[in-house]
């Protein structure tokens, strides 16, 4: 015998023993019962055993006779969970050819999906976004009036409004359905592309961070945020909007780019004490040449000090990147450490002698009190060079 039985039997026994006892104490008492006319005596146990044997044999028959009366509509409920799962098997299968790039599997399970009933909208849409090019606009136009989700049919309409290339129809259709408070991706996507295909520079900014205060982690949002942000930058007038449109810099939720951007839009309208400000800001979250260069160009003493010597510390580990090294003489000159600033831009030109480069040597040629046909012969090879 193997002893993990021995627990079990142990219980068994304690059980046999303690309903023998309650028998013995209290159930083995006669009753007197009248069945059909005759009188039975029994003990008290046997009338609780027949009792309950009595009530179960009523339920099974209670179960058998609904079985019978109802049976249509169980056969109905039988019927109506085969489809669904049939239902869930095509969608399923569809949307892994939608993954996939089946085309051929696409069109088949979507189709059948069509024909299942299954939210026409959600269908249709799928549909269109894999079918042929022809069928595209057919689709489209019966996702948008086919009944389901509101928010769904909504963005088949922009889709096709889009195919139609009216932009801004599409994003107003977005907007009516709640797009821009939406914390789904595909509908802020959809509005993001739409208003920034019809010119609505500020519409899609606004979609593209929302849709960064969900993903905060995804370098192509934060870059077409950077871009974005960078178009209306540069049609900023005054010192507070442009304060507006870079709130983002300030939690980190923006490319260093658009600091470059701000601070040289705020330098450009005689507020260079809030471009310092800015770039020191963006200098203390993420440090890279362009951020350098514009430090040189419109950073306050301080600042230039410390990116000087942040971009000495990374020259150690990017020692062939030019766009630093032009950066760090840059910063040099701005110092007026000539000759760290000349090292710096005459190793730029060595790695790579673009116009850029030339210009800057030229530059500091000029601040360096060199003779003017030195300080020419720059610029002629400036203009002679490569585009940067």
Known sequence: MRSSGLPIIIIATILAIGVWLIHTLYLDVPVRMEIMGKIIETPLTVALLLAVVFALLLGLLWKVASLILFMPSHIKRWRSG??????????????????????????????????????????????????????????????????????????????????????????ETLRLAGAGNSDAHAPLMMLMESCEQSGDVR???????????????????????????????????????????????????????????????????????????????????????????????????????????????????????????????HLAMRSQLWGQARKALERAVELHPARHNFHSLAELAEKEGKSSEEVNRLYRRAADSETD
Not at 102 to 128: C, M, R, V, W
Not at 249 to 266: D, E, Q, T, Y
Not at 312 to 328: G, S, V
């Open 82 to 171: 085969r489809v669904e799962r049939r239902r869930a098997r095509i969608l399923s299968d569809g949307i892994k050819a939608l993954a996939l790039g089946d085309q051929a599997s696409q069109h088949k399970n979507f189709a059948a999906a069509a024909e299942a009933g299954i939210e026409p909208a959600l269908t249709y849409y799928l549909a269109a976004a894999a079918a042929d090019p022809r069928r595209k606009e057919t689709l489209l136009r019966r996702a948008a009036n086919a009944e389901g989700d509101p928010m769904i049919k909504a963005m088949a309409d922009a889709r096709a409004k889009l195919a139609a290339k009216r932009p801004a129809a599409a994003a």
């Open 203 to 329: 519409g899609a900014l606004d979609a593209a961070q929302r849709l960064l205060r969900k993903q905060p982690a995804q370098p192509v949002l934060r870059a077409k945020a950077g871009s974005l942000t960078r178009r209306l930058l540069a049609d900023a007038g005054n010192p507070e909007e442009v304060r507006t449109l870079i709130g983002t810099v300030n939690k980190g939720k923006s490319p260093s780019s658009v600091a470059v951007a701000a601070a040289s839009r705020l330098a450009a309208v005689d507020d260079r004490q809030g471009a310092s400000q800015i770039l020191a800001q963006a200098f203390r979250q993420d440090v890279d040449a362009a951020l350098l260069e514009a430090i040189a160009d419109h950073g306050s003493k301080k600042l230039v000090e410390e990116a000087l010597a942040a971009g000495e510390k990374m020259q150690a580990e990017h020692p062939d990147d030019d766009d630093l090294l032009r950066a760090i003489g």
